[in-house]
Nanobody
């Protein structure tokens, strides 16, 4: 059984940093594209960033580019997103997702992912 578990969320102040982790069981993350998405109350789930397993490329939404960084720890089957310079508009539930897909036209679309974590809340207070 595949399970993705996010951790690392919390309540922080504007300008602070957080590092979210996505740990997997039943699935080897190095052979899957990992996407990070977020959903704020009343809004649709939106793409944050992705690590493409095939090309090794990293891609980010414009809203987080330069502030968020995705990295992989293959030895521990975990993917991270380091979030710096947090803003109130970053407040959302953050999800990681995995699928054996590649290409920007695919990994930016939530419906293309086979596995999802339960989400972790990030709240940025001003």
């Amino acid at each position: 059984q595949v399970q993705l578990v996010e951790s690392g969320g919390g309540l922080v102040q504007v300008g602070d940093s957080l590092r979210l982790a996505c740990a997997a069981s039943g699935l080897t993350l190095r052979w899957n594209t990992i996407g990070w998405f977020r959903q704020a109350p009343g809004k649709e789930r939106e793409f944050v960033g992705a690590s493409d397993w095939s090309s090794g490329s990293l891609d980010y939404a414009d809203s987080v580019k330069g502030r968020f960084t995705i990295s992989r720890d293959n030895a521990n089957n975990t993917v991270y997103v380091q979030m710096n310079s947090l803003k109130p508009e970053d407040t959302a539930v953050y999800y990681c997702a995995a699928a054996r897909i590649n290409g920007r036209e695919f990994y930016r679309v939530p419906n293309n992912y086979a596995y999802w974590g339960q989400g972790t809340q990030v709240t940025v207070s001003s």
